[in-house]
């Protein structure tokens, strides 16, 4: 291991909100060193994930519709905010951007393969009638169901992790609740119950990485639709084949006695 000094500056720890930040700087260093694999398995995915948002940018000046690249750049930071909460342990905190990749991503593919679409969603009415149809259209049950019409496991894939996201914290739920409380017994016989903040690596942190992962991946499906000329020039296919390959052989061999966090 590579010894490199960090040079704290003054008053760092001794606040609640810098303690909190310092021990989930730390939880991504335990990651980085004990949880190699689904570490290497991100690293990979957003290396993928960088490729198809760079080449998204760089027609931005020649689009005629740039919220659709946006869109697709937007998914892709929050991407990022979710994958630093997973290696952190602050599982709560990487649903609901995780939701949003899904959303975003979402987004950008129905108004990259929808002009007119485009347009009405670039100019939100005012008058209550229209409003609603409008509301309507870009629901997100609504553009699953456009996208099954195209692809229908990948509806289908999309639909189950805005669920899974919802029901882990994007939206205030029981489940989500109740998967981030602590029961801690105490000496004299008393129960302590707390909200959790920063898991140790546990089947909820293992799920929330593979949510994680699954989300990065859809959005880079939805781009493979909304932006079919760089399926060939990305090398997106086989890319794909293997992050999914990867998935798999972690879903089929994660054990539980690593180290804790």
């Known amino acids: 291991m590579t010894d490199k000094t960090i040079l704290l ?72 905010g979710s994958v630093r909460s997973t290696l952190a342990g602050h599982c709560l905190s990487a649903y609901p951007t995780g939701r949003a990749v899904v959303e975003s991503a979402l987004y950008c593919w129905y108004l990259s393969t929808n002009k007119e679409a485009a347009i009405r969603w670039n100019n939100k009415p005012v008058s209550k009638n229209e409003l609603r149809k409008w509301g309507n ?18 509806a289908v894939w999309a639909a189950y992790l805005h669920q899974t996201a919802i029901d882990f914290g994007a939206h205030p739920n029981k489940t989500a609740l109740y998967s981030n409380m602590e029961r801690i017994q105490n000496k004299d016989g008393t129960v302590t119950i707390r909200m959790k ?17 699954e989300a990065g991946m859809i959005a880079i499906r939805l781009f493979t639709h909304g932006f079919p000329e760089a399926v060939q020039t990305l090398n997106l296919t086989q890319n ?13 061999t994660t054990k539980m006695e690593w180290p804790k966090y």
């Not at 903040?197 to 992962?213: C, D, Q, R």
Request: charged content about 20%.
């Open 9 to 80: 500056p003054n008053g760092w720890g001794d606040d609640d909100l810098s303690r909190f930040q310092n021990a989930a700087f730390e939880n991504e260093l335990a990651t980085y060193a004990h949880v190699t694999e689904w570490q290497l398995l991100l690293r990979d995915l957003e290396s993928v994930f960088q490729k198809c948002a760079s080449h998204a940018m760089s027609g931005l000046n020649k689009a005629e519709e740039p919220s659709t690249i946006l869109l697709f750049v937007t998914a892709h930071n929050q991407f990022l």
């Open 137 to 154: 259209e870009f629901k997100f049950s609504s553009l699953t169901r456009a996208l099954q019409a195209v692809d229908t496991p990948l």
């Open 197 to 213: 903040v920063l898991h140790e690596w546990n089947p909820l942190s293992i799920g929330t990485a593979k949510f994680v992962v």
């Open 240 to 252: 794909i084949e293997r992050l999914a390959r990867n998935l798999t052989y972690l879903q089929q």
